[in-house]
């Protein structure tokens, strides 16, 4: 919320923080594609999706420069 009580501007673009190698494995396409959780190894990517609850993007990276 602003200070003024109205509703804060969320039309922000979307933006990659961090270098992108395009080496990630997609654990899961989920339906609901505005949310994508970035795990860093495969073992993590792997525990989240038994916690899939929101059927989002599992994406597994190799490291946090990924």
Do not use: E
């Given at each position: 919320m602003a200070k003024t009580g109205e509703l804060?501007?969320?039309n922000t673009t979307k933006?990659?923080?961090g270098n992108t190698?395009?080496?990630g494995i997609v654990l899961n396409e989920g339906a609901n594609s505005?949310?994508?959780v970035i795990a860093i190894g495969l073992e993590n990517g792997v525990s989240l999706m038994g916690v899939n609850?929101?059927?989002i993007n599992?994406?597994?990276v190799n490291n946090a420069h990924d």
């Open positions: 804060a501007n969320l933006r990659v923080m190698s395009g080496h505005t949310i994508s609850n929101h059927d599992i994406i597994a």
